[in-house]
Structure formats: structure tokens, C-alpha cells
């Protein structure tokens, strides 16, 4: 299978990808922890049905050191004892924000208040600006259906 568009030999995708990766490392560099960045990545990938930034997410996080038991159950955090609860709260404002159109009122007060119990502001807004930038990468890797499988750990860089 073959995308339908190279992102990197285009040259308006290429420089849109160089902004938003811009964005990513002011994300990186944040308070937010690494493995809770990583966690939020992979569920909101998940959701999106993103095969290559879900390949990608999760051997980065296994590469930096995230055992496969937690990786294994991102998807069903709820039921899963290996889980802190800050990062449970990552996981609900992670799953909301996606799902924004499946809900009446977006983000609930209640997922909102949780996350700010365990996240400083700098980190809220770190987590925020991830949720949104993750959900941009996996609507365009999904639109030009990008293969999954072939990822090798910090190949980007």
C-alpha cells in the first residue's frame, strides 16, 4: 500500500509539517511528562483509527522505556491498575477533546477539573496544545491513508 501523498515530497505539505513538528517541540521541551505525552498520543491515535502515528507512539515509548503491559493497555486504561491517576486524567481530557463532535457539550467540567488536579497550567496547556496536535497529525496521516508498520524509533529526528 502506498499513501496517496508523499507529506515530505510535496512542498506545501512538507513546510505545513515543518510548522506543526515546530509546535511538537515546544511540546517536548514543556513540564508534561514524557510518558504521559506518549500515553496521549497513542490513545488519541488510537481513536482516530491512525495506524502509522499509533506504529509510531508506541515504539517510541517502548524504545524511551514504557513497558508493553501499559502500552498493551492504553486503549482500555479504565479497567488497567498501571495507570497514575494524572495519567488517567490525561486519558479522559485525551479522549474527550478527540471526540468532541460525539459529545452534546466537548469537554466536560468534571475531565477538565481532573486534569487540572494533577497538571500545573504550563502542563494543561502542554496537554491541550498535544491533544490538538496529535489529532492534526492522524486526520492528515488517515486522509492520505500513511502505511503503519515500517516506523523505526527517531527516524524523524
Known amino acids: 500500500?502506498?499513501?496517496?501523498?508523499?507529506?515530505?515530497?510535496?512542498t506545501g505539505a512538507a513546510k505545513?509539517?515543518?510548522?506543526?513538528?515546530?509546535?511538537?517541540?515546544?511540546?517536548?521541551?514543556?513540564?508534561?511528562?514524557?510518558?504521559?505525552?506518549?500515553?496521549?498520543?497513542?490513545?488519541?491515535s488510537q481513536i482516530n483509527g491512525c495506524g502509522f502515528c499509533t506504529d509510531m507512539h508506541t515504539k517510541d515509548a517502548a524504545h524511551?522505556?514504557?513497558?508493553?503491559?501499559?502500552?498493551?493497555?492504553v486503549a482500555a486504561?479504565?479497567?488497567?491498575?498501571?495507570?497514575?491517576?494524572?495519567?488517567r486524567a490525561a486519558l479522559e481530557l485525551t479522549?474527550?477533546?478527540t471526540r468532541i463532535a460525539d459529545a452534546a457539550g466537548g469537554v466536560t467540567?468534571?475531565?477538565?477539573?481532573?486534569a487540572a488536579k494533577y497538571h500545573d497550567e504550563d502542563q494543561l496547556a502542554a496537554l491541550v496544545s498535544l491533544i490538538a496536535?496529535?489529532?492534526?497529525?492522524?486526520?492528515?496521516?488517515?486522509?492520505?491513508?500513511?502505511?503503519?508498520g515500517d516506523y523505526q524509533p527517531g527516524q524523524f529526528g
Open 1 to 10: 500500500m502506498e499513501a496517496r501523498l508523499n507529506l515530505y515530497g510535496n
Open 16 to 44: 505545513f509539517a515543518k510548522y506543526i513538528n515546530s509546535a511538537g517541540k515546544v511540546i517536548s521541551d514543556s513540564t508534561l511528562p514524557a510518558a504521559t505525552q506518549e500515553l496521549v498520543k497513542i490513545r488519541a
Open 64 to 73: 524511551a522505556g514504557e513497558t508493553s503491559v501499559r502500552l498493551n493497555l
Open 77 to 87: 486504561w479504565r479497567e488497567a491498575r498501571v495507570f497514575t491517576d494524572a495519567e
Open 95 to 97: 479522549e474527550q477533546g
Open 109 to 114: 467540567d468534571e475531565a477538565w477539573a481532573n
Open 133 to 148: 496536535l496529535i489529532n492534526a497529525y492522524n486526520r492528515m496521516n488517515v486522509i492520505i491513508q500513511q502505511p503503519a
